[in-house]
T-cell receptor
Framework: KQEVTQIPAALSVPEGENLVLNCSFTDSAIYNLQWFRQDPGKGLTSLLLIQSSQREQTSGRLNASLDKSSGRSTLYIAASQPGDSATYLCAAGNAGGTSYGKLTFGQGTILTVHP | NAGVTQTPKFRVLKTGQSMTLLCAQDMNHEYMYWYRQDPGMGLRLIHY???????AKGEVPDGYNVSRLKKQNFLLGLESAAPSQTSVYFCASSPRTGYNQPQHFGDGTRLSIL
């Protein structure tokens, strides 16, 4: 059974810092690794999706990497801003004939960027 | 762009009552999912559907039933609500080529069982 763990559980940084969020998974048989953002009282918004054959994906100030062999993914946020404050979740897209796009989520990292 | 819409947004029930949560998507997606989110536990898959008329159990299906009579709608039912079902419920959808397409989420239904 896939298990996904995110470290740290919470992170508070001053504006402008570069930061790294970590995600680890126990089963390397994945189709993809996805990163989501969740604002308070809202649903999840997709940030980046890394296919199993890829090593990284970038979108603006966000860069996500994937190392399947070690079961790790990182989300790098450059020049953090107060608007980046949210909960960040990673999810492993499980492989297998009947996966049907199902995801296994980590518990999330609560990020606070203070001015 | 409505995307994924969940109804209702909030609800308070008494133990033993029943209710149905509605999820509607306007993106013509084949796959739909129901998750629950509890503090410190991330999202856990309750049930999912890979097409109209089909449903399957996820990780935590006990106490819930689902139906997908129309492609755009996915209903989650609680027949006899229990306090342990107090949670935030999220619906998501993705296209059939979903292995490398992100899931699209609704804003959630906050359900309290007293």
């Amino acid at each position: 059974k896939q298990e996904v763990t995110q470290i740290p559980a919470a992170l508070s940084v001053p504006e402008g810092e570069n930061l790294v969020l970590n995600c680890s998974f126990t089963d390397s048989a994945i189709y993809n690794l996805q990163w989501f953002r969740q604002d308070p009282g809202k649903g999840l918004t997709s940030l980046l999706l890394i296919q199993s054959s890829q090593r990284e994906q970038t979108s603006g100030r966000l860069n996500a990497s994937l190392d399947k062999s070690s079961g790790r993914s990182t989300l790098y946020i450059a020049a953090s801003q107060p608007g980046d404050s949210a909960t960040y979740l990673c999810a492993a897209g499980n492989a297998g004939g009947t996966s049907y796009g199902k995801l296994t989520f980590g518990q999330g990292t609560i990020l606070t960027v203070h001015p | 762009n409505a995307g994924v819409t969940q109804t209702p947004k909030f609800r308070v029930l008494k133990t033993g009552q029943s209710m149905t949560l509605l999820c509607a998507q306007d993106m013509n997606h084949e796959y739909m999912y129901w998750y629950r989110q509890d503090p410190g536990m991330g999202l856990r898959l309750i049930h999912y559907s890979v097409g109209e008329g089909t449903t399957a159990k996820g990780e935590v299906p006990d106490g819930y039933n689902v139906s997908r009579l129309k492609k755009q709608n996915f209903l989650l039912g609680l027949e006899s609500a229990a306090p342990s079902q107090t949670s935030v419920y999220f619906c998501a959808s993705s296209p059939r080529t979903g292995y490398n397409q992100p899931q699209h989420f609704g804003d959630g239904t906050r359900l309290s069982i007293l």
